[in-house]
């Protein structure tokens, strides 16, 4: 549904700003050739919420509409700018690719339950091969048998999950012969880890090979470092990240487009 707003000034002129001529917005900061306006009623017992964002054209990049208040009716003849403005698009993702985090990946599911979560290959070769350097390095070292079972297991996210099992109990079962005491420690660690604790599709990458690590993401996240010198506030970051999120959109939109 596409709200039009109407945007209008007082006798503030440029800092303060009048929407729909009911809410009143203080000017809060300017940044990236945009200005940031706040409800006058965020400092007062209503705690309001919303804020409103401009570019220079006065045109609308986001409304964020969560008063807590009524609005007044304001005399504000003249308008600087009529907008309409889509505030109901929704994005769903359908992959998540990111690291061993449970909080992260559950945090996911429970906000989009239909998403598909993929465990970075890179974050797993490396957890291996950190237990495998604390259980069993003597044995790994000294013992090419040792050698071959480890690298078999560094390379489960590639083989049909339905083997893994019988892999990992033949694997077992020749340690369980030979006495290889610290490396039955380690397969004991990867079993409780990547075959119970976590589930095997979400680190498997037998039928899907396109993307196996989150090096996306972690670009992303080192990018969206860069935008800030300092820790930013609250509104800030959200600000930052809703305007990311068009950009994407608008790149995307061009691309299907052959713009």
């Known amino acids: 549904m596409d709200d039009q707003l109407e945007i209008s000034e007082t006798n503030k002129e440029k800092n303060q700003i009048i929407v729909n001529r009911k809410y009143k917005f203080n000017l809060w900061y300017i940044t990236n050739n945009t200005k940031i306006f706040k409800c006058t009623k965020y400092k007062t017992v209503k705690k309001c919420k919303s804020y409103i964002i401009l570019n220079d054209n006065n045109k609308v990049i986001k409304y964020e ?26 994005v769903t993702p359908k992959i998540l690719y990111c690291d061993f985090e449970k909080g992260i990946s559950n945090g996911a599911i429970k906000i989009f339950p239909n998403i598909t979560i993929k465990y970075c290959v890179w974050h797993y070769k490396r957890s291996v091969e950190v237990q495998k350097n604390k259980l069993c390095y003597n044995e790994f070292e000294s013992n090419y048998k040792i050698y071959l079972f480890y690298k078999a ?29 610290n490396f039955l ?3 004991e660690y990867f079993n409780k880890t990547y075959l119970y604790k976590y589930d095997i599709q979400y680190w498997n990458y037998y039928n899907d090979i396109n993307h196996i690590t989150n090096n996306a ?31 994407s959109y608008n790149n995307y939109k061009r691309k299907i487009e052959g713009v």
């Open 185 to 187: 420690n380690f397969l």
């Open 217 to 247: 993401s972690e670009s992303f996240n080192n990018y969206l470092k860069k935008l800030f010198y300092k820790k930013p506030s609250f509104y800030e970051l959200i600000y930052h990240l809703k305007r990311e999120e068009s950009l």
């Open 65 to 90: 509409n969560n008063h807590t208040h009524p609005g007044k009716e304001y005399d504000t003849p003249v308008s600087i700018n009529e907008n309409k403005y889509n505030n109901n698009i929704i």
């Open 153 to 181: 297991i560094t390379n489960f996210p590639f083989i049909n999950p339905e083997y893994i099992f019988d892999i990992y109990n033949y694997i077992k079962i020749i340690c369980q012969i030979y006495n290889y005491f």
